[in-house]
Nanobody, 117 residues
Framework: QVQVVESGGGLVHPGGSLRLSCTASGTSRTLSVMGWYRQAPGKQRELVATITSRDSTNYGDSVKGRFTISRDNAKSTVYLQMDSLQPEDTALYFC???????????WGQGTQVIVSS
């Protein structure tokens, strides 16, 4: 029912930056948790970052200090600012939004990030 759409992926050089956006539609309530996950070929999906309705954040170890998650509740949108990108960051990035923390969440289709020289 809830639609989740990501955007902002693309091809960047090592050391470059990208900002991903994810907008949820079909809901009028503030989403409890919004977050980003990624999956690279041959690897398990991993947590990138999450943010709660009270702006509490959680980051995966591999992106701490380089990525920043933020949200705009009025727009039901979550952002992921990715700086100092490295080839290891290459992956399909998925957005997940949860009406409540216990909810499994709604997933977007993913946006591809490729970091290559």
């Amino acid at each position: 029912q809830v639609q989740v759409v990501e955007s902002g992926g693309g091809l960047v050089h090592p050391g470059g930056s990208l900002r991903l956006s994810c907008t949820a539609s079909g809901t009028s309530r503030t989403l409890s948790v919004m977050g980003w996950y990624r999956q690279a070929p041959g690897k398990q999906r991993e947590l990138v970052a999450t943010i709660t309705s009270r702006d509490s954040t959680n980051y995966g170890d591999s992106v701490k200090g380089r990525f920043t998650i933020s949200r705009d509740n009025a727009k039901s949108t979550v952002y992921l600012q990715m700086d100092s990108l490295q080839p290891e960051d290459t992956a399909l990035y998925f957005c997940n939004v949860k009406p409540q923390p216990w909810h499994p969440g709604y997933w977007g289709q993913g946006t591809q990030v490729i970091v290559s020289s």
